[in-house]
């Protein structure tokens, strides 16, 4: 079945670090890719998406590209704020499915 | 305009006992999603609703999980005879469609099975 795994947290950064969080997936056919962004005490949020490979999806200053070749949307931040601190979670969805199937997040602090 | 909301956002119950839990969609949406977000299981996708079609129910746990959608809006998931590995956070999602429309969720509501 469908299955996306992305890196373990907690993932503690200073701020204006470089972010890099890794996601990979397995899946049939050419899946749509999703960043979800979940603030404390609040609901999830698409962050950003991309819907074929070699696409690049960016958001608040956020960018993942989609890469067929190695099953990978990587979300990346230049310059992280303490705003960004979050859960993050990437996520498929299969051609012609509506299901969302989702990694098991990654939890960002940012400190000053 | 308003988002999708859900009631209540907390609820803690006796184990045994049944609940229910709300979903507001944004208003215009057909579909309509419910997945649960558990420590061990991360984000698992409970049921589906399209417009009058028969809900997809394929990812609902146990026969003692079922949802209902009325008028094709609101929606409620029951829980009946509440388990302790059921205590988790409910999320309730919505889309304009389908397959290439984007899923916007709710906050959420956690339930705890005492």
């Known amino acids: 079945g469908d299955s996306v795994t992305q890196m373990e947290g907690p993932v503690t950064l200073s701020e204006e670090a470089f972010l890099t969080i890794n996601c990979t997936y397995t899946?049939?056919?050419?899946?749509?890719l999703f960043w979800y962004v979940q603030y404390p005490g609040e609901g999830l949020q698409l962050l950003l998406k991309?819907?074929?490979?070699?696409d690049k999806g960016s958001n608040k200053g956020f960018e993942a590209t989609y890469r067929k070749e190695t099953t990978s949307f990587h979300l990346e931040k230049g310059s992280v704020q303490v705003s960004d601190s979050a859960v993050y979670f990437c996520a498929l969805r299969r051609a012609g499915s509506y299901q969302l199937t989702f990694g098991k997040g990654t939890k960002l602090s940012v400190i000053p | 305009g308003a988002g999708v909301s859900q009631s209540p956002s907390n609820k803690v119950t006796e184990k045994g006992k049944d609940v229910e839990l709300r979903c507001d969609p944004i208003s215009g949406h057909t579909a309509l999603y419910w997945y649960r977000q558990s420590l061990g299981q991360g984000l698992e996708f409970l049921i589906y609703f399209q417009g009058n079609s028969a809900p997809d129910k394929s990812g609902l746990p146990s026969d003692r999980f079922s949802a209902e959608r009325t008028g094709g809006s609101v929606s409620t998931l029951t829980i009946q005879r509440t388990q302790q590995e059921d205590s988790a956070v409910y999320l309730c999602?919505?889309?304009?469609?389908?397959?290439?429309?984007?899923?916007?969720f709710g906050p959420g509501t956690r339930l705890t099975v005492l």
């Open positions: 991309a819907t074929k490979a070699d």
């Open positions: 999602a919505s889309s304009l469609r389908t397959t290439t429309d984007t899923q916007y």
């Open positions: 899946a049939t056919g050419y899946p749509s």
